[in-house]
């Protein structure tokens, strides 16, 4: 099992290249259109994989993330939406901390009750400061968190919260819409804020064309996350691999 994933996402970073991620979601997988999914992923050669979800009801971590390592060569971070969403089958964890909002669950107590599991695994944990933004309709994830999201137009305090998740020993910085979010994150918002950062940047959320890809490349952000948009349109995965490498 690695533990060079984040050396290697920071390692690209520095040399200027953009990466991409899809955000797989076991309640939302059969295993047929999983495998389906994973040869796409190796054939476009994606940077990582992430595993989880806000509510996992149906769906079984433990099974997506080894049907994933059984078939690519690809990391697998989990993206947890509670403590319960852990596979030790996978390679590491976006340890995220939902520092747009005020809960404290989602501050620090479900990352708590996690951490004696952590502890004795072999995941590479990965300390991510995770903003969510309102792109015009109430996620799942804002349901979840009960917290109200940073207010699309409010560039600086997206920048200046991103920057406070630096300064408290964030590695990573992930703004997103929230899954099946109707518009990605502004331009002047990925822009403002990653002029602020030191750390890589990454964007979710309403990234449904090439198209738009571009522009959120072209803004600033230094990794791509879809997840909705590859679920409905599995050839927006190859689409925005070109566009990826196109960058690169």
């Known amino acids: 099992m690695t533990k060079d994933i ?4 920071a390692l690209k970073i520095k040399q200027e290249k953009k990466l991409f991620s899809v955000l797989i979601d076991p309640d939302k997988q059969n295993f047929s259109e999983l495998l389906k999914t994973i040869q796409l992923c190796n054939k476009v050669k994606i940077d990582f994989f992430l595993v989880g979800g806000s509510i996992i009801t149906n769906g079984n971590i433990d099974n997506t993330v080894h ?8 990391p697998v971070l989990l993206f947890p939406g509670s403590h319960n969403h852990i596979s030790t089958k996978a390679d590491g964890i976006l340890f995220l901390s939902l520092i747009s909002g005020r809960n404290p669950d989602f ?14 695994s072999k995941l ?3 300390p991510t400061g995770y903003l969510l933004v ?8 804002i349901k979840v968190s ?26 990573l910085i992930y703004i997103d819409g929230g899954s099946g979010a109707e518009q990605p ?6 822009t403002q804020t990653k002029s602020s950062l030191d750390i890589p940047l990454i964007i979710g959320g309403g990234i449904k064309s090439a198209e738009t890809a571009t522009k959120v490349y072209n803004a600033g952000a230094d990794i791509i996350v879809i997840g909705n948009g590859a679920e409905k349109n ?6 925005i691999s070109v566009v990826r490498n196109n960058f690169n």
Do not use: V, W
């Not at 984040?6 to 996402?9: K, Q």
């Not at 940073?150 to 300064?167: D, M, R, S, V």
């Not at 994150?185 to 990925?190: L, V, Y």
């Open 107 to 120: 501050l620090i107590g479900t990352q708590l009750l996690a951490t004696p599991k952590l502890k004795t």
């Open 234 to 239: 599995r050839n927006l995965i190859e689409d």
């Open 6 to 9: 984040y050396h290697n996402i």
């Open 185 to 190: 994150i502004s331009n002047e918002m990925i």
């Open 146 to 171: 009960e917290t109200p999201p940073i207010p699309f137009k409010e560039n600086e305090l997206a920048a200046n919260t991103a920057l406070t998740g630096q300064y408290l020993g964030q590695k």
């Open 124 to 126: 590479e944990i990965i």
């Open 67 to 74: 049907a994933i390592k059984e078939n690519s060569i690809i």
């Open 134 to 141: 309102d792109c015009g309709n109430q996620t799942t994830a």
